[in-house]
């Protein structure tokens, strides 16, 4: 039998309990053999819980106990969940973890840390919750070159903005609603509607694509936050609809580019009709093309049936499982990386007559024009023209309140 830890008893540590139980039969079969969890680690006081006798408030308990071999976290964060999972790791046993923000910050440094223990650290779970996206990458996609990643991958702003599309909603009443479902923090939801969440999870895949550590500190990322019913609006005249894409290009002579920001989608486009909490990541391979990956981005049980899936692979492969999952540490970049192609651009500005658009901003047309407001679509320019335009139209006593690229079909 195996015996497995989890750190942190949380939404998706507590998942993993409840799928190791509801499907140990399956779980037994596809492992080799039995899977139980021994123990869990978290501070809180679990005294009255029918599964006191599991807990443990010392990582010293899961290190000391031979028959451990792989460890599960799903505590969030750094400050606690990665000094551990290095000790783990250091100890010769498997990590499987949910935490973006670690896989992200630290995940080159980790990786080689479990290939010199002899041990795997596999993190499914930490894009696209329970829809598979990094094995599929690593495995079935290894004959491929990735060259683009294209993806919703934050339920909480897609959900969001599918709201204040069907139900002309503005932003900050879309977010109440979201915040009341417990798809978005009611303290701070910044991670979410800020892009930082996107953001960790695309500097996650990049690495994977590009074969060195992408830190999410040089991804440019904004949020939904500027968005209103206008532009939504606005966006259904240009037959598309506004999602916050998080992207990936390897570019031309190793001119890579990563970001995340609001961007129109084509109704062309198969990210245009992904709605509510789902997430959807579309690659580019040169041998494959496009290929999609759809499913629900979050929730207990499909996060948690995504790390027990890796706690079955790190059973089955262990260190193996790096022969094909892995990428190499990199220095950290000065400055962010910039977008230096073109696109159609759509901009909404402030105190500026559109009549005087096409003088500043060029060929395009107007999209709108009310309330002191007017919006534009430019025909093709690259970010670095975009913000000249700024600068024009702020002589002119404008201001440009929104800026946002289309996205090709």
């Known amino acids: 039998m195996a015996k497995i830890a989890i750190m942190g008893f949380g939404t998706v540590g507590s998942g993993v309990l409840e799928v190791c139980r509801r499907n140990a039969a399956s ?15 978290d501070v809180r006081d679990f005294s009255a819980s029918p599964d006191a006798a599991l807990f443990t408030n010392s990582i010293d308990t899961i290190l000391g106990d031979p028959e451990v071999k792989v460890v599960v976290e799903t505590i969030g964060g750094t400050k606690f969940a990665y000094p551990y999972v290095r000790q783990c790791l250091e100890s010769g046993r498997s990590v499987c973890t949910s935490n973006k923000e670690m896989v992200a910050t ?54 969001m903005l599918t709201k ?24 701070d939801p910044g991670d979410d509607v800020d892009g930082r969440d996107a953001c960790r999870k695309i500097a996650i895949l990049a690495s994977l694509a590009c074969g060195h550590h992408v830190y999410p500190d040089n991804i440019p990322a904004r949020g939904i936050r500027d968005i209103t019913v206008a532009d939504i609006q606005a966006a259904e005249k240009l037959d598309a609809a506004i999602k916050l894409i ?32 789902f997430n959807a990541v579309l690659m580019k391979g040169d041998m494959l093309g496009d290929v999609v990956f759809y499913g629900k981005g979050a929730g207990k049980l499909p996060t948690a049936s995504a790390v027990v899936a890796d706690v079955i692979d790190a059973l089955k492969d262990g260190v193996h499982v790096h022969d094909s999952l892995f990428w190499k540490p990199a220095e950290k970049l000065d400055g962010q990386l910039k977008d230096e192609a073109v696109y159609p651009w759509y901009i909404r500005v402030s105190g500026v007559s559109a009549a005087l658009l096409p003088s500043v901003a060029g060929a395009g047309h107007t999209v709108f024009e009310t309330g002191g407001q007017a919006a534009y679509l430019v025909d093709a320019a690259n970010a670095a023209q975009i913000e000249e335009i700024g600068k024009k139209i702020e002589v002119l006593g404008g201001k440009v309140e929104l800026a946002m690229k289309k996205l090709a079909e």
């Open 246 to 277: 998080a992207w990936y290009d390897e570019g031309k002579n190793g001119n890579m580019a990563a970001g995340v920001e609001p961007m129109l989608v084509s109704n062309a486009n198969q990210l245009a009709g992904v709605d509510d909490v």
């Open 106 to 159: 630290y995940g080159a440094e980790l990786l080689a840390l479990a290939k010199e223990h002899n041990a795997a650290f596999l993190f499914e779970a930490s894009v696209g919750g329970g829809t598979p996206i990094i094995t599929p990458m690593h495995q079935c996609l290894a004959a491929n070159h990735i060259s683009k990643i294209q993806g919703i991958v934050n339920g909480t702003t897609n959900f």
């Open 164 to 187: 204040m599309k069907r139900e002309n909603m503005g932003f900050d009443e879309a977010l109440k609603i979201a915040q009341q479902l417990g798809y978005a923090e009611t303290k």
């Open 27 to 41: 779980i037994a079969r596809r492992a080799g053999e039995p899977v139980e969890v021994k123990y869990i680690l």
